[in-house]
């Protein structure tokens, strides 16, 4: 079963404009991991944050976590049309290494 | 550093016959983890290896199994192939210590069950 939702489910930028994309789940957990998936690939690893971590930063990529309201959010900032790709959260929790997934966020940056 | 690796990269088969999926981890990682990414049910955990040994599955029947090797490569094996086990099987890797559990993930094993 699903951790939590993403939402948007769909969203269509142009590119140069930021992208903002939420996280909830339902459970305590221990870290919380963003991913992304370029048409039916592999996913790709982009930034992982810690229960006890608010925000990270990685090049465009800011990822905050509150864990009061159990959501996260991942913000690319100046898109461009190669981050056009659908993005998943991923967490686990105290005794569950495995991760579980959003149902995906699908980012259409236009050129 | 090479990532984490799949073969096949496509397999395709017909009902009722064994497919095997196999996965290299990242030099290093010892956790090796399979997920289910199905049309329309998303992201699906199904098995987790560590140090040789099953340590977790998830809500899948038996005839998903698996077996982590001595270098830790792993394979995944489905027996009985029903048309719903088609999908993307995607293998995952991790240092398996700490608290972080970053997984890695491999390109994926396209499986078609006709």
């Known amino acids: 079963s699903q951790q939590g939702e993403e939402d948007p489910q769909a969203l269509s930028i142009q590119e140069g404009e930021n992208a903002t994309m939420n996280c909830s789940y339902k459970?305590?957990?221990?870290?919380l991991q963003w991913y992304r998936q370029n048409s039916g690939r592999g996913l790709v690893h982009l930034i992982l944050i810690r229960s006890n971590e608010r925000e990270k930063h990685s090049g465009r990529l800011r990822v905050t976590l509150d864990t009061s309201k159990k959501s996260s959010s991942l913000l690319i900032t100046a898109s461009r049309a190669a981050d056009t790709a659908s993005y998943f959260c991923a967490t686990d929790g105290k005794g569950r290494r495995a991760l579980t997934f959003g149902s995906g966020t699908r980012l259409q940056v236009q050129p | 550093e090479a990532g984490v690796t799949q073969s096949p990269t496509h397999l395709i088969k017909t009902r009722g016959q064994q497919a095997t999926l196999r996965c290299s981890p990242i030099s290093g990682h010892t956790s090796v983890y399979w997920y289910q990414q199905a049309l329309g049910l998303g992201l699906q955990f199904l098995l987790w290896?560590?140090?040789?040994?099953?340590?977790n599955r998830g809500n899948f029947p038996p005839r998903f199994s698996g077996r982590q090797f001595p270098n830790y490569s792993s394979e995944l094996n489905v027996n009985a192939l029903e048309l719903e086990d088609s999908a993307l099987y995607l293998c995952?890797?991790?240092?398996?210590?700490?608290?972080?559990?970053?997984?890695?993930f491999g390109p994926g094993t396209r499986l078609t069950v006709l």
């Open positions: 290896y560590d140090e040789g040994e099953e340590r």
């Open positions: 459970t305590s957990i221990n870290n």
């Open positions: 995952a890797s991790s240092s398996g210590y700490g608290g972080y559990n970053e997984q890695f």
